[in-house]
């Protein structure tokens, strides 16, 4: 079986070089790594690829968390990105969240996201980029200015959110990502029912905690079980389809 883990926060992880081992173990063939701030960003340019393997190759994405912009770094961000947009398979991680403290606070912050991400879009659309978007609690808006940008290939990673902004991403060609919550949140697992195979990607979101247990990218084992429970095809079909479309969304061999 191979698989790719489309979302991972590489430079949070413990034992990296353990976690890459069991990685490879339980198939993955590829991680994607997401970047979230200018450090985060410089860590995956400088270090990540070191740690890919013969068997498990690791590609560098860059990005901007909407958490936090009122104290990052964003335009030096955004040059940092610009500058190695030749380098990356993907912006990301990027997007809105609206359920952020600050920004269930304050409208300021929340403009601050959309003005981020609308320049993170641009950069995407104008280098055909695809983009691994985090759009919690700003699901309708997010899918509105991915749409109205008139980027080609975004996946909403992690995808809880309402069925109207579900369907109108779907029918736009984009894609939904798949995490372990899959065997327990019923919102997740509701998109995952309804969105067409062919529209799916695995991750892990790692070194995210659920339900008390932090992943990593070998747990894309629950993912993948629990999307072919929901869409009842055999694992080995949904590993072989989620691959592909992971492959064809980053341009990876
Ligand atoms: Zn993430």
């Not at 070191?50 to 901007?64: D, E, F, H």
């Not at 955004?78 to 990027?94: H, Q, R, T, Y």
Request: glycine share 6%; net charge neutral.
């Amino acid at each position: 079986m191979e698989l790719i883990d489309t979302h991972v926060h590489l430079e949070s992880v413990a034992d990296l070089e353990g976690a890459i081992r069991r990685a490879a173990k339980a198939g993955v063939i590829a991680i994607i790594a997401v970047g979230s701030d200018y450090e985060s960003n410089m860590w995956i340019l400088r270090e990540s690829q070191k740690y890919g393997t013969r068997n498990l190759k690791i590609y560098p994405a860059l990005g901007l968390h909407p958490w936090g912009l009122d104290v990052s770094r964003v335009d030096e961000t955004i040059e940092l990105i610009e500058k190695n947009i030749d380098s990356i398979v993907a912006l990301g991680e990027v997007g809105l969240d609206y359920w952020y403290k600050e920004a269930r606070k304050s409208v300021e912050v929340k403009e601050m996201q959309k003005k981020a991400f609308w320049r993170i879009l641009n950069l995407a659309r104008g280098n055909n980029k695809p983009l691994s978007i985090h759009s919690r609690g700003a699901w309708m808006d997010c899918v509105n200015m991915v749409i109205e940008a008139g980027v080609k290939k975004a996946i909403f990673h992690w995808f809880s959110g309402p069925l109207e902004a579900l369907k109108k991403l779907l029918d736009h060609g984009h894609y939904i990502s798949a995490t372990p919550a899959a065997t327990y949140s019923k919102e997740h697992r509701k998109v995952i029912e309804l969105t067409p195979l062919e529209n799916i990607v695995l991750e892990t979101d790692t070194p995210v905690v659920y339900m008390g247990e932090t992943v990593e990218p070998a747990h894309i084992i629950k993912a993948l079980n629990a999307v072919a429970e929901l869409k009842g095809e055999r694992v080995e079909k949904v590993a072989e389809k989620t691959t592909e479309t992971a492959r064809k969304i980053f341009g990876i061999g």
